[in-house]
T-cell receptor, first 116, second 114 residues
């Protein structure tokens, strides 16, 4: 499967625990984006990463949230000390690095976090 | 700052009828515009995109969209809807210098009646 892979698809955490969401981009893609979708809402940009670099994290909450995209392995979105308001679907998208890239995103199927 | 408005939260059409989903955007320069479709429990799939050239763009699954700069609109159309088109549809605008950082509308849910 050459698509964007996210895991886990579903994650249940109790308040105060940590959530780790993983994303492997499409083969040949070097850019990763994380978006959050709250119930009944559209997607909201969180963070944009390239390998070993955070390019734009303007959509990330200031506390408890962090993201990385190491040289080897998947991108990880980490949420510490989760609260009920973190319950959402978290989507990863990837894109290629190529001249003339016009912004279309290739999405994974999402990780749905439920905080009890 | 860029923004996207999808005025219709929910639309119901009969199978075989035509469809138009509205999208209005706000962006200072020439926008990169996208329509995505999301089936329940799934990720988003790109239907079509516009960034320059012909203002009427064709996409997958028989969809098309027309960019109207004067109205700041990018409405999605399909001449004959199929039951499998029932899904949620998102319009998005991308920034030119960081095109993957898109701003999404809140979506329109399409229900198709038999």
């Amino acid at each position: 499967n050459a698509g964007v892979m996210q895991n886990p698809r579903h994650l249940v955490r109790r308040r105060g625990q940590e959530a780790r969401l993983r994303c492997s981009p499409m083969k040949g893609h070097s850019h990763v984006y994380w978006y959050r979708q709250l119930p009944e809402e559209g997607l909201k940009f969180m963070v944009y990463l390239q390998k070993e670099n955070i390019i734009d994290e303007s959509g990330m909450p200031k506390e408890r949230f962090s993201a990385e995209f190491p040289k080897e392995g998947p991108s990880i979105l980490r949420i510490q000390q989760v609260v009920r308001g973190d319950s959402a679907a978290y989507f990863c998208a990837s894109s290629p690095l190529e001249t003339g890239y016009t912004g279309e995103l290739f999405f994974g199927e999402g990780s749905r976090l439920t905080v009890l | 700052a860029q923004s996207v408005t999808q005025p219709d939260i929910h639309i119901t059409v009969s199978e075989g009828a035509s469809l138009e989903l509205r999208c209005n955007y706000s962006y200072g320069a020439t926008p990169y515009l996208f329509w995505y479709v999301q089936s329940p429990g799934q990720g988003l799939q790109l239907l079509l995109k516009y960034f320059s050239g012909d203002t009427l763009v064709q996409g997958i699954k028989g969809f098309e969209a027309e960019f109207k700069r004067s109205q700041s609109s990018f409405n999605l159309r399909k001449p004959s809807v199929h039951w499998s088109d029932a899904a949620e549809y998102f319009c998005a605008v991308g920034a030119g210098t960081n095109a993957g950082k898109s701003t999404f509308g809140d979506g329109t849910t399409l229900t198709v009646k038999p």
